[in-house]
Structure formats: structure tokens, C-alpha cells
């Protein structure tokens, strides 16, 4: 069902371990400051580079004032007309964990505290939305709740969709990681040649997304999905599932990969998944070589919160005419690619923005300037 | 705003533990692919092969997710045994979509809705919205709760494994199926009741449901 509705991004909020707000978020990103730090509690006998969040107001509590955030700089009084979509690899596991490891039992847990529902069930005590549903892929969580946004709002279903991505640390996530061997003890290098894995972190990123729109919106233009179909964990080497997903998002676009000056990319430092995103951008950009950055190397993998996470950073891309730059990219890994290694002003048309996940879930989303 | 389906077909698997007589050898002969399936995973194969949905896109849900792969890292970690690899792969909630597309070969839109006890009738939702594009569209959910010590969460769902299959398309003829709030079986999952209610009574004659949004 096509319809030539447009998709605005008319504003949005985040936290995460580069920055307090979005702001302080692409300013961590363009003067490359260091925002992961070195953490020997989760793991047990070895530390481990994660992206902490710097706060001491609880988890919950941040994300409900982040919200109301979002709805005081909108044009809505509440919202009763605004569907919830949610995207989480882990909901409320960090709740859980910290009442199974004291109790050693399931008995004081709350089972409504616990899924990824949790996230909705805690915004729900505070604002009465319209309806709500939770998205749950891994770490494309946010990045499909940001397209079935754009999804249902081009289908003239709904006017005002919330998209909450969000995930906490939790041992489960950092501990499991690690039995998978693609953590690193330092702040990761994605696309270095001598990356040695990537750091888990947590994020909470809001975006309000609507049918007209308003002063500094952001085009959601185009959306792409694919599955790998060939392995849990592994994605495929040559990026086929990727290049699909990418090439999707261009085509709902109705732009070619001429008009991509920026790619968002997934870029999480690990050895497989750098070399097959690579492979698969080279799949689709034969001959017009766009910007390739990874901003993970200041924000960490924030998994389930990814996708909402770096919407953000391509909307203030595309708001800022500034291509960011590449941290702690010294020997990259395919010389023919376009990595920038200093911020730099530069007329930004379209970024393309990645997430892969676990189970080869693929999403690719492109934005553009509103007109 | 609704949108009406046509059930093509539909399926449901429940037990009060664990649900016997799979075919999952036969429908995944590859021993080193099968040994690694959860629960959840060997439910959605099963039911995609009596539905015979082959290709295309699926809208998987679980208002809970894989209890025992999530139940085998806390105990490791609490234990300071080491987290198993496998039980971590197989701990995010779109694990058995993922293995059924794997095996399929199926590399359409995989997406998994998580909405605690409202799971199955948002997953109705959200393929309701999804099958405006006039494609054939599975929608599937599966619970499986059985795991030790479960009783300590759950006083009081009987099934502790159920599984639900719609194979579904939009329509434009009118309901003669119905779901509502009041009438759905108390004994299975919340999170499974409203597909669950819809398989159950699913005939040639009564294959017409309406989603409203």
C-alpha cells in the first residue's frame, strides 16, 4: 500500500554515556571526546570497556522525564492520540537480575517488571497514550520500531507515533557478550584493521514522528528490511542480507545511492560485522563513495536503543550540514572506503543509517531534509 | 480505523508441560541445526509446516521470550559458572523466528512484537497494518514457561508450552469470526488468548476476522 504521505521527525531526546542530551551527544561526537570507560564488575575476572550512563537519577526515572522532554517541545498536550513503539533486546532484565541475584529465587519478581513490555508498562503509569506495542529484534529493535512508525503513519493510521529506544546494562547483555568472544577491554575501533570487538552500553532515545511537519524536521524518507537467513549470530560474510536491507530503504526513498552523502553504519567493531557491512556498502556504492561512520566508538553498542540512538545523530547530520568524524580509526580496513577522520561542514542531502542483529535481522533507514 | 483478515489457515499446539509428537526431526534433518532449536524455535517450524507457509513475511510474537535460555545465563552468572554462548544466542526474544527463516532460507521482514499479556492481539495488529500491502503474511506466537522453578512466577496458567498460527491476507468481506475480551480460554497465556480464541475456532465457513486499531 504506497501513498505519497511524508514521515517528519519533528523532535526528539536522548541520554546516553556521550551526553546528558542530544546536543551534548553529537558534541561528544564531533570533538571525539572519551565517553566509555573500563569496567571490572560485570565481568567476572576480566574488564571490559563498556558506555555507562552518567547519572544518578534511576534508569526509569530518566526515561519518564526524557519523555516529557519530547512532549513539552511538541505541539501536543498529552499523548492520548500518540501510539507508543517501543524497541528493547532487553526490557526490564536489569530489574530482574537484581532481585534474582540477591533472592536466588523467581519469587519477588514482578512479572510485568520483567519482559520488554516493561518499558511500555513503566511510560504507561505516567502517560496515557492512544495504544502501545513493543518491538523486540535484537539490536534492530528500535531501528523496525522507528519503521513501522513511519509504516503506520504513511498508511493514514496514525497522525503522532512516539518511538522509545531503550536498554539498559545488564549483566545478561555485558556477561553474554563475552562468552561470544567480541568485547574488547578498550573503547572499540571499528573499521581498524586491529579492532578487537565492541563495548555494550545503554541509551535511552526518544523521537516524536508525525504526518505535518515543524520547524527543523527531519524527512524519515525511506525504510528497508531483509533477513540474512544464514546464521544466529554470524552475519553474512558478503553482506548480502545488508545490501538487500540498504537497498530497500533506498528504493521505498525512491532515491539511488547516488544521493547518500552520509552512511550511519551499524559498525560495531567486531572482525565479522565490519567486514560483511563493508562488503555489503560496496555491494551497492560501486562508484559514488559516500562518508562511512561508526559514532559506537563514542556512544558504545547501545543494542536494542541503537537505531533510535544514531536516527538522532543522522537528524542532527542532516540538521547541522556536518559529516562526524571516525575515533579511533588508525589503519582502516578497506582503504577504497570514505572514512572521515575530522567533523567537517558539508552539504548533507540523505543519510543512510544501519542495524544489523542477532538472527540476521537487517534495517536500513534513510532521512532527509523536510521541504 | 479496522482492517479485516482472511484466515487462509491456522494452527495451535498446547500442553500442560511440554508439548510431545513434534516432527522437528523430519522438518530439520540436520542434526548440528537442530540441536541447537529451542523450544519456542521447534514450535514455530511445526506450525509453519501444518499451515504450509513457506515464504514470506512473519510477524512473530512472545510476550515473555525464551524463559529457559534467560533462566540458564542468570543462574550462571549467579553461580559464577560462565555464561553457555548458545544460551545467550538463543536468549533474544526473535530467536525462533530467526532459526525458522535460517532454515527456510526465508529472507523476508522477520518481526517480533513483545506486548506482555496483549502480545497476540498486537501481533493481529500490527499484521493487520502489515497486510495492507496484499501479501500473505504468518502471524505466530509462542509461550514456554516451562522451566524449573517456574511456579515461583506462574500461580496461574495450566499450559506452560502454547503456540498459535494465522496465516492470513487482507479482505475486504465481512467478519464471521469473533475475539472479544470476554470470551477468551482463562487457561492459556493472556499473552496467546485472542489468536489462540481465533485457531480454535477457525473453519472454512468461520475464517473472516476484524482488527480494529
New interface residues.
Given amino acids: 500500500m504506497k501513498t505519497n504521505k511524508k514521515v517528519y521527525i519533528n523532535n526528539f531526546d536522548s541520554i546516553s554515556c556521550a551526553g546528558a542530551d542530544s546536543n551534548e551527544l553529537f558534541d561528544s561526537i564531533c570533538q571525539k571526546k572519551d565517553t566509555i570507560s573500563i569496567d571490572s564488575h560485570y565481568v567476572e575476572d576480566r574488564s571490559v570497556a563498556i558506555g555507562k550512563i552518567d547519572s544518578d537519577i534511576e534508569f526509569n526515572e530518566l526515561l519518564l522525564k526524557k519523555c516529557e522532554n519530547v512532549l513539552k517541545a511538541s505541539n501536543l498536550e498529552d499523548f492520548s492520540n500518540t501510539l507508543l513503539v517501543i524497541g528493547s533486546s532487553v526490557g526490564g532484565m536489569s530489574e530482574t537480575e537484581k532481585i534474582f541475584f540477591q533472592d536466588k529465587t523467581y519469587q519477588n519478581i514482578d512479572y510485568k517488571k520483567h519482559p520488554i513490555d516493561a518499558i511500555a508498562y513503566c511510560l504507561k503509569q505516567k502517560f496515557s497514550f492512544y495504544d502501545d506495542v513493543s518491538f523486540s529484534t535484537a539490536c534492530t529493535s528500535s531501528a523496525n520500531a522507528l519503521g513501522y512508525a513511519k509504516e503506520v503513519i504513511q498508511k493514514k493510521i496514525y497522525k503522532n507515533v512516539l518511538v522509545v529506544g531503550v536498554d539498559s546494562l545488564s549483566y545478561t547483555t555485558v556477561c553474554g557478550f563475552s562468552a561470544l568472544s567480541v568485547l574488547s577491554s578498550n573503547p572499540c575501533t571499528p573499521f581498524d584493521k586491529n579492532r578487537e570487538g565492541m563495548n555494550v552500553s545503554e541509551a535511552i532515545a526518544i523521537l516524536l514522528l508525525q504526518d505535518e511537519k515543524r520547524e527543523n524536521a527531519i524527512e524519515l524518507c525511506g525504510v528497508g528490511y531483509s533477513s540474512d537467513a544464514h546464521h544466529m549470530t554470524q552475519p553474512h560474510p558478503q553482506g548480502l542480507g545488508a545490501s538487500n536491507a540498504m537497498q530497500n530503504a533506498l528504493d521505498d526513498a525512491k532515491i539511488t545511492p547516488t544521493d547518500i552523502t552520509y552512511i550511519n553504519a551499524h559498525g560495531t567493531g567486531t572482525q565479522a560485522n565490519d567486514s560483511a557491512e563493508l562488503n555489503a556498502i560496496f555491494n551497492l556504492f560501486k562508484t559514488h563513495k559516500p562518508y562511512i561512520g561508526s559514532t559506537k566508538s563514542i556512544t558504545g553498542h547501545t543494542l536494542g536503543a541503537a537505531g533510535a540512538l544514531e536516527a538522532i545523530i543522522s537528524c542532527l547530520v542532516l540538521l547541522e550540514q556536518t559529516i562526524v568524524p571516525n575515533k579511533n580509526l588508525y589503519e582502516v580496513e578497506e582503504d577504497a572506503a570514505n572514512f572521515p577522520q575530522e567533523t567537517m561542514k558539508e552539504k548533507v542531502s540523505f543519510v543512510l543509517s544501519n542495524s544489523f542483529a542477532f538472527g540476521g535481522n537487517n534495517t536500513s533507514l534513510v532521512f532527509g531534509l523536510a521541504k | ?1 479496522k482492517i479485516n483478515l482472511e484466515i487462509i489457515d491456522a494452527a495451535f499446539l498446547c500442553d500442560a508441560e511440554q508439548i510431545d509428537n513434534l516432527k522437528t526431526k523430519e522438518l530439520v534433518p540436520k542434526m548440528v541445526f537442530r540441536r ?1 532449536l529451542t523450544r519456542a524455535s521447534k514450535l514455530l517450524i511445526e506450525l509453519m509446516s501444518t499451515v504450509g507457509f513457506k515464504e514470506g513475511r512473519i510477524i512473530y510474537g512472545t ?3 525464551e524463559l529457559l535460555s ?1 533462566s540458564n ?2 543462574k ?3 553461580d ?1 559458572s ?4 548458545t ?9 525462533a ?3 525458522a ?2 532454515l ?16 497476540s492481539l ?1 501481533v493481529l ?2 499484521g493487520a ?2 497486510a ?3 501479501d500473505e503474511i504468518l502471524l505466530v506466537v509462542t509461550e514456554t514457561f516451562n522451566i524449573d ?2 511456579d ?3 500461580s496461574c496458567k495450566n499450559l506452560l508450552e502454547s503456540a498459535v498460527a494465522l496465516r492470513v491476507k487482507v479482505t475486504k468481506k465481512e467478519a464471521n469470526l469473533f475475539y472479544e475480551e470476554g470470551n477468551l480460554d482463562v487457561n492459556v497465556p493472556k499473552s496467546i488468548s485472542h489468536m489462540f480464541k481465533i485457531a480454535k475456532e477457525f473453519t472454512p465457513n468461520k475464517n473472516i476476522i476484524e482488527v480494529n ?1
Avoid at chain 2, 560462565?82 to 554462548?85: A, Q, R
Avoid at chain 2, 544460551?87 to 530467536?95: A, H, I, L, R
Fill in positions: 480505523m541447537r510476550g515473555y521470550g534467560t545465563i542468570l550462571a552468572i549467579s559464577n560462565g555464561v553457555s554462548p544460551d545467550f544466542q538463543n536468549s533474544v526474544y526473535n530467536t523466528v530467526s532459526y527463516s535460517i527456510s532460507k526465508n529472507t523476508s521482514e522477520m518481526l517480533t512484537v513483545s506486548s506482555g499479556d496483549e502480545t498486537k495488529k500490527v497494518i502489515k495492507l500491502d496484499l522453578n517456574i515461583e512466577v506462574n486499531l
